[in-house]
């Protein structure tokens, strides 16, 4: 019933720019954390960036300084602005929130289904 859906992704040069939006969907009582992973293939799910309900946010070091994490609380919606790109910074770029449903007692982590970036060189 909650899903997250994802849009933005795609394919830039180095030293361009991309925006990343994921949007909470459902019977969705309250949404807490919210924020950006992104995997390689072999590789762990790392943290790009995550923003709390207050506002409060949370960098990867490699991305620092480059990329800014935002949310909409009214339309449940997360955001990443990323400029600057690297091709290092090429992978699946997954949404993360952690949100009470309407359907369940305590709240849950929900995934987006991953949206491709690639940074050309």
């Known amino acids: 019933q909650v899903q997250l859906v994802e849009s933005g992704g795609g394919l830039v040069q180095a030293g361009g720019s991309l925006r990343l939006s994921c949007a909470a969907s459902?019977?969705?009582?309250?949404?807490?954390?919210m924020g950006w992973y992104r995997q390689a293939p072999g590789k762990q799910r790392e943290l790009v960036a995550v923003i709390g309900s207050g506002g409060s946010t949370n960098y990867a070091d490699s991305v620092q300084g480059r990329f800014t994490i935002s949310r909409d609380n009214a339309k449940n919606t997360v955001y990443l602005e990323m400029n600057l790109l690297k091709p290092e910074d090429t992978d699946v770029y997954y949404c993360y929130a952690n949100l009470q449903s309407s359907a369940t007692p305590r709240p849950m982590d929900y995934w987006g289904q991953g949206t491709q970036v690639t940074v050309s060189s």
């Open positions: 459902g019977s969705i009582f309250r949404v807490n954390v």
